[in-house]
């Protein structure tokens, strides 16, 4: 297995694509409501993002799953989102230091990842820094880094340490999670940024020069959700690139229209838990090789 990925959207060669079965919500992740996702929900998710897996094998992609876990059983959260526990940089795979300890074991179940890395760096395991590696986007020799309530200051601060040929750069637009439904990059250049989080004033500067497309909640349709919503209806603009030039997206008819506008094509491939566990196509993947 090849480890090799500098951005977010160079030609895909490998990925993980997450797995719904066997998902749950800890007592100490902040839910509502806690225990194992309904298994009706689970099904349904599975049969999307096994859609999406022959959508990626259709392109050439090689496509590797997580381990079953039942994670009622041992405390823990998922396998859906593997974006949100390992990230990689170049060659580099960092082993995050979640916002909920609970998070810390899925990587058990993605451990090829970590055996095949040629290099992994481990995150402390105290309580500071602290960051999921969704806070983190993707752009050759910068890492755009999102402080919230996942994602310490003194996260950006350690991973500047670990790759001091890099820049991060740290934006505060979003106090929620995770970056990937606020900046999402289309190809070196272009990139869409929600609207309703961001203004040209506090457009992070690695942006300055790309273009923009702007998209918000007007532009968005209103997607259902099952129970207690994990994400926001802006899970709609967490895409994946194959390559530069061709995306997958959820039903979102004007990110569609904007995408094709710029020369992009698109497999639309709806998500119909994606606000309920909480992850759109880019967080249910973790690109481990880009050419």
Not at 126 to 143: E, H, I, K, S, Y
């Amino acid at each position: 297995m090849k480890i090799n990925s500098h951005n977010e959207w160079s030609p895909l060669r490998s990925v993980v694509v997450g797995l719904a079965a066997g998902a749950n919500r800890p007592d100490n992740c902040h839910f509502d409501n806690v225990g194992a996702y309904r298994g009706d929900i689970t099904a349904q998710a599975d049969m999307d993002l096994d859609r999406f897996v022959r959508t990626l094998q259709q392109e050439g992609v090689k496509v590797y799953r997580p381990k079953y876990n039942n994670f009622a059983q041992t405390g823990g959260m998922y396998n859906y989102c593997p974006r949100d526990r390992l990230l990689v940089v170049g060659n580099t795979v960092v082993d995050c230091n979640m916002q909920y300890e609970c998070r810390l074991q899925e990587s058990r179940y993605i451990d090829y990842v970590l055996k095949s890395a040629k290099h992994v760096i481990t995150a402390p395991r105290n309580r500071w820094p602290r960051f999921d590696a969704a806070n983190v986007c993707r752009l050759g020799q910068t890492l755009l880094y999102l402080q919230s309530v996942s994602g310490t200051k003194s996260g950006a601060t350690w991973l500047q340490e670990q790759f001091p040929n890099h820049t991060v750069e740290v934006t505060k637009t979003y106090g929620g999670v995770h970056i990937d439904s606020t900046f999402c990059p289309v190809n070196d250049g272009l990139v869409v940024v929600n609207k309703d989080r961001v203004s040209k004033k506090t457009l992070p500067r690695c942006f300055k020069d790309w273009e923009i497309i702007w998209l918000g909640s007007d532009d968005l349709p209103q997607k259902r959700y099952a129970g207690e919503a994990f994400a926001s209806n802006y899970i709609l603009l967490n895409f994946f690139m194959i390559r530069p030039n061709l995306a997958v997206i959820d039903h979102a008819p004007r990110l569609e229209e904007a995408l094709k506008a710029n020369g992009i094509q698109s497999y639309v491939l709806p998500f119909a838990h994606s606000r309920t566990l909480g992850g759109g196509h880019h967080c249910v993947t973790l690109d481990l090789h880009r050419k």
